[in-house]
Structure formats: structure tokens, C-alpha cells
């Protein structure tokens, strides 16, 4: 799969790895190296791990589901209305649960993290206009937002 291939590319640049010796292990040209790392660099989120890739692996049993969990959580969701935007990452979320990839527990995991985050956000620029929020109303608006998520799952 060529995204694997980039990533691994860019991986091993990162660590020290000539472009030479990466395309040699790929099998590639160095031209082609240095063209995906430009395309890296102008397009960093190229490389990002995409909702569809982790839940296809999941799927072909290449990852575990405390695994995909994780790296959804790495990917740090954010809420997009999933009936407007049938193709967001929210979307793929919804239709990962529908079929059965993630529990209603995972689900529950994963719709609380993305509250978490939407709360935290919220409460930073509060502290910014000097209205700070009390952990007992923020703790009340992630239970709050992860059930208006869970809802549109």
C-alpha cells in the first residue's frame, strides 16, 4: 500500500535514514522520496491515520479493539452532524457502531473523549475572559455533551 510506504519513508527520514537507503528498501527512486517528504511537509495531514483505514483494520484483524480505540482517540474526533456530513469522521463513527466494530462501550469511550475535548475548548477561552468554569460544571457539561453525541449515533 503506498501510504504505508510514505509513512514508513518519512518515518525513517525522520530518523536519520538517508533517502538512498529508503528507496532502496522500498524499492523506489530517490526522487520519489524526496517527493513524497515535500508532499509531507506541504500536506502533513496526508500521513494522518483516516477513521476508514482503522476501522477496515480492525476488520481484517490487524488491530485489536482496545487498539482502535486508542488511535481514534490519537486522532482526536471532532463532532460534525453526521446526517449533514455523511462522509466526516463522525459519520464513519456512527456507522462503525451500526455494524458491530465498536461496542456501545467503545462508543461510549469515544463520544465522551471528543465531549471532553469540545468542553475543554469552551472552558480555555472562559479562563481567557476571565470567567473560569468549576470542575463540577465542566464534569456536567462532558456528561451533558456525551450524551447529546451518543444520540446522534
Keep these: 500500500m ?3 510506504e510514505r509513512r514508513f519513508a518519512v518515518e525513517q527520514v525522520k530518523a536519520g535514514c ?3 537507503v529508503v ?6 527512486s530517490q526522487a520519489q522520496i ?8 506541504a500536506h502533513p495531514r496526508s500521513l494522518a491515520v483516516t477513521v476508514d483505514e482503522l476501522i477496515s483494520r480492525k476488520l481484517l ?3 485489536s479493539a ?13 463532532y460534525v452532524n453526521p446526517d449533514k456530513r455523511p462522509n466526516s469522521a463522525w459519520a464513519k463513527v456512527r456507522d462503525a457502531h451500526r455494524r458491530g466494530v465498536l461496542s456501545d462501550d467503545d462508543t461510549r469511550r469515544i463520544a465522551r473523549r471528543t465531549a471532553e475535548r469540545m468542553v475543554g475548548r469552551v472552558n480555555r477561552h472562559m479562563e481567557l475572559e ?3 468554569v468549576s470542575d463540577i460544571a465542566a464534569e456536567r457539561s462532558v456528561n451533558e455533551a456525551t450524551e447529546r453525541l451518543l444520540r446522534t449515533l
Design 2 to 4: 503506498e501510504l504505508d
Design 18 to 20: 538517508s533517502q538512498d
Design 23 to 28: 528507496a532502496e528498501a522500498l524499492g523506489t
Design 34 to 41: 524526496s517527493r513524497w517528504l515535500a508532499e509531507a511537509v
Design 61 to 63: 484483524d490487524e488491530i
Design 66 to 78: 482496545p487498539d482502535l480505540i486508542a488511535q481514534l482517540d490519537k486522532a482526536k474526533l471532532a
Design 130 to 132: 476571565a470567567q473560569p
